[in-house]
């Protein structure tokens, strides 16, 4: 076989036709080099249309966590309002000497209350977990902040209410202990509304825990607007996407 070749090769330059044979040659080489470029570039293409649509959907799931996490800070929020007014409510009743027991047991619901808050952020631990990569850096930037840092802090806060709501109601003490039944809808049935030793307990708890709330409800504003902000650069991001 491989003489046969060579006198192949010996009748193709005798007749001088080597040139044309190497062109033929490279010609060949060229396009398996060019079939080999393409094969590659449409893997790669493909390669990124997977990428793209992954972080499409994750980016869609936790834009849905973020919606899901709206809905809870604001309903926070306005339990946290409802304590602001329910609380100087109270102090202004005590201290004006006018502590009718309907109003007492309509306002203290309001305040001797707590919203727990249940952050929702599978979709981001599900990023992490799965190395997907989000394009955009100050997207992944965002994220970091929202969910490694300022959702860490409001659930810190929910906590702190609950934990003051807890101290007051599984202890005896005398605001404690003059209430008989507790109902949000019907509100408080109060043994003694005129105790001043109850008066006294309950302001002193009233003015604590109206710095504590206070502080809540800014840091949940606060991150409301955090919320607001990256849902809606998350739709942009989205939307580039699909373009």
Avoid: C
């Amino acid at each position: 076989m491989i003489l046969k070749f060579r006198n192949i090769r010996r009748r193709l330059l005798s007749l001088n036709k080597g040139t044309k044979y190497v062109t033929y040659a490279f010609g060949e080489i060229f396009l398996v080099v060019i079939g080999i470029l393409i094969a590659v570039q449409l893997n790669n293409w493909n390669e990124e249309n997977k990428r793209k649509e992954a972080e499409f959907y994750m980016l869609n799931e936790v834009l849905n966590n973020l919606e899901e996490d709206a809905d809870q800070i604001s309903n926070i929020i306005r339990a946290r309002e409802r304590g602001v007014v329910a609380t100087e409510t109270l102090l202004r009743m005590i201290r004006s000497g006018d502590s009718n027991p309907d109003s007492l047991a309509k306002y203290l619901p309001r305040f001797l209350t707590f919203e727990r808050y249940f952050p929702v952020s599978n979709a981001y631990e599900m990023i992490k977990s799965s190395g997907i990569k989000i394009s955009n850096k100050d997207v992944r930037t965002q994220f970091s902040r929202y969910y490694d840092f300022e959702q860490m802090k409001i659930l810190t806060s929910a906590e702190d209410i609950e934990q003051a709501f807890e101290n007051t109601m599984h202890f005896s003490n005398p605001v404690r202990d003059n209430i008989t039944v507790m109902d949000k809808v019907k509100g408080f049935q109060l043994k003694h509304p005129h105790d001043p030793v109850f008066l006294e307990q309950l302001t002193i708890l009233l003015v604590g825990f109206q710095d504590n709330n206070g502080g809540t409800l800014s840091t949940l504003l606060e991150f409301y607007v955090l919320n607001q902000e990256l849902i809606q650069t998350l739709k942009e991001e989205i939307q580039s996407i699909k373009e």
